[in-house]
């Protein structure tokens, strides 16, 4: 067992990581090379209070509706559009429990993270219901969280948000039903949050409601500031 073990070991220093999605030979100690790196939907321009992907070059720094009403976050960063390849790796994350694209995943947000970012007290994962969980055996916010928090330096609290009622599948919905299949749908321990600064992790972001959701009820719960952490903004 133990010269099995490190013959495993062995194998796993001689030989460089695969890139996870091309396999050739990765670099930089992630599981990508360069030039699927490149090639990455990396999102150059976003509304800095939502997320949603802006016009190259857009001259205001916040989409039409969040200039109309300000959403419950107070800033929010996404890495890349929501687009091939980092769909699939998603994807695999989340439906083929490939936990190694979670932590490329991860890794990646937090180098996409503009430099002067003013860094949250503790990372909140969007919480699945506890009988989704269950069924999955994961969260896949959960997973992105605990590889962007090891890489920064940041605890996470999963006991500061749960989902108190099961909700549909929001890409099931039309969008018009999305924001009534969620409201309510959180609640969040006051002792957890309150005067934090926070930032909400979640895979995907669509239409924002179920964050919205989630950020609402952290704030009546007294966070004092609430970020919003995408991997992916469709
Ligand atoms: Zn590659
Ligand atoms: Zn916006």
Redesign the pocket.
Known sequence: MQVYKWIKNAHFALLPPACLICAAPASGQMEICDACRRELPWQSSG??????TLPDHADAA??R??QLRA?PFDT?HAAFRYASPVSELITGLKFNARLACGQLLGTLFCRSLPEKTDLPERLIPVPLHPRRQAARGFNQAGELALHMGGTLGIGITRSALVRVRPTSVQSDLPARRRAANVKGAFRANPDAVAGRHLALVDDVVTTSQTARAAATALRRAGARRVDLWCLARA
């Open positions: 509304c800095r209070t939502c997320a949603l916040h989409c509706d969040c959403p929010a």
